[in-house]
């Protein structure tokens, strides 16, 4: 709920993160590491394929066909000893 108005909705995409190439910097222990993730697939969820079937028609793709790949970065700090 966003000002009481019903802010949800259905999930589009399934990111398959176990097939991503996970990359990391170089840092000394204990120190700031730059973490990457990429080559991410993402997926349609049967509810977007629903959607899209409804509005639109058969759609020309399969809940297994990857329709994008992306790409997250960031960096992870270890907790103060």
């Given amino acids: ?10 999930s589009v995409f399934r990111c398959g993160l ?5 990359t990391t910097g170089s840092a000394p222990v204990g120190q700031p590491l730059s973490v990457r993730l990429s080559e991410v697939p993402l997926r349609p969820t049967p509810e977007l394929l629903e959607v899209y079937a409804a509005t639109f028609g058969t759609p020309a793709f399969t809940a297994e066909t990857v329709l994008a790949h992306v790409t997250a970065e960031g960096v992870y700090t270890p907790p103060a000893s």
Wanted: charged share 20%; net charge negative; glycine share 20%.
């Fill in 18 to 22: 176990a097939e991503g190439l996970l």
């Fill in 1 to 10: 709920m966003v000002n009481g108005v019903e802010a949800g909705h259905r």
